[in-house]
């Protein structure tokens, strides 16, 4: 077949058609007007918001940012303006760019998300919703709300029956057990998952006996993330194989998106990468066509789970 | 701004710096003292974001037109590199990014405060404000002689110079702090610049506090991307309205900001909370001398 009638486009279910599998992360995304110069929005698959929560936050003191190896600690607190100014001031940029504008929602309790996907629900610039699970859980007092299958359960189905658009949950990094929490938030009604993300990190600076960041403790990203990304996403395709998962942590090149797509992904994000080069989402989708090209292949669809694994893979060792 | 990819004309040693002129017209055509640029880093290396230059020259005329300079101090692995870097070989340049240093319109007096290589700024703000008219006179520090970022350009750039090395090496023993009171009686100081280290900022902006001098600066925190999108580089500013303060972002909403408007302490201070009012209370500031 010729190239031009090879698709990037990604149908990911319930009306959610993406151009290309690749979209920019959450928190890497800018608040609308940072990226227009620096890529075409419209060639890039959707735009993840930072998170957004009730009240507006301001953030972790800094320095935010520190570097490793071929990666990142940061916390940004996430800071944000709440979900009223967004929904004034910066929802309506984004949406102009053209890509669809995925919004990032957390909160620390049922409360706070079913009143946050309210005062979504009525807003057309809207084309899905993610729920940030990895913070803090106000309500019952734990360190990480969305790390328990009945809460992650009770939240996302609280999201999910409010909203409109399709609700991805990108579940944390730092639980135990992802397949049982998938399931969990699939049977809730999350239409998707977002799954890999940071983990939890510290930095350390031996010169001053300091930690690097500001907030002390933080998260991880970049490229040295990629195969605990890669595991993630190939265990919870395996428990959710219905589900459209979309991969974020790890993703700098058309190589490693392809890598997440065969793990089982249906759609990739860049972070990090588009700190650094902000028009890589699109050179990243330009070199998925040239791979689905080399191996004759359609659309990235051909691509989903296509991972050769070796016959009685995951059955019980009998030795 | 813009995205280019600039080759490298030069690199020079320069004391304990490296001196980077690159050709970049469509950066240098705009660039402003206190912006700066975002220069990639090799791809396949372990450091991985962007590195943060202020501009220290942009040639828009003669025979070095559509030049930027750049001064590095080969602290770290990214920086190192680029020292490193040989004539003729191409960097990926976002720029010129933040917003840069304003003259005052009426005032006249100009007092330059630089320490180490945040020189670099303040060079090209001292060019700017002589063309305007502007009397500039100059205070430069550094550990050493070798630190000490072309002492012979501060003379030509201004009325007078007090140089001060911590070792004594070049001009008097001592800091910056050392001479700036007799420098801004002796100038008649209006307005004070300074670029440098954070510790030293936070003392320069008590004594313009303390004299009522007006004052800006160019500030230095850990950045990500430097064009806005990662919320990291943010330090705590005074809302002009008194109303509270906000965690501005240096790479879009600075790197220039009014001192009397920066919350130091919870910037720098050893317990930093994020509190929505200070306990101390909010600064009042003054507007920049229109």
Redesign the interface.
Known sequence: MSPANRTLAVDLGAGLVLSTPVMVAS?????G???S??VDLRKVGGLVT?SITLEAR??????????T????V?T??L?NPGIHVFLDAELPRLARGGAPVIVSIAGGSLEEFVRLIGALQTRPEVAAIELHLSGPDDELRRDVLGAHVDRTGEIVGAVARMSLVPVFAKLPMSASDLPELAKAAVRAGAHGLTIGGPPPALGVRSATLRPAL?AVTGWMS??ALKPLTLRAVFEVARAVPEAPIIAVGGVRTAEDAVEMLLAGASAVQMG?A??????SPVDVAKGIVGYLQAKGLESPRDLRARLRVPAGFGTPDES | MKRVRAEVLSTRKLGAYHQLTVVAPEIAEKARPGQFVAVQMPVGREFLLRRHLAIHDASRRGGWAGTLEFVIDPAGPGTSWLASTRAHSFLDLIGPLGKGFSHPRRLSNCLLVAERHGAATLYFLAQELVAAGKRVDMVVGAETLERVLKPIDAKRLSQTVAIVTADGTLGDRGGVMDVLAEAAERSKAQVVYAAGPARTLERIAAFCKERGLPAQMALEERMGCGYGLCQTCVVPVARKDGSGYDNLRTCMDGPVFNPARVLWDRWLGERPTMLPTPPEGLPVVRAWPG
């Open positions: 928190g890497c995304a800018g608040t007007r940072e990226l110069g620096l930072r301001k953030g972790s003191p800094p320095p935010r940012i520190a570097e190896p071929s990666g990142t940061w940004t607190g800071q500001g970049g490229p990090t588009v700190l650094v080069d902000p028009a």
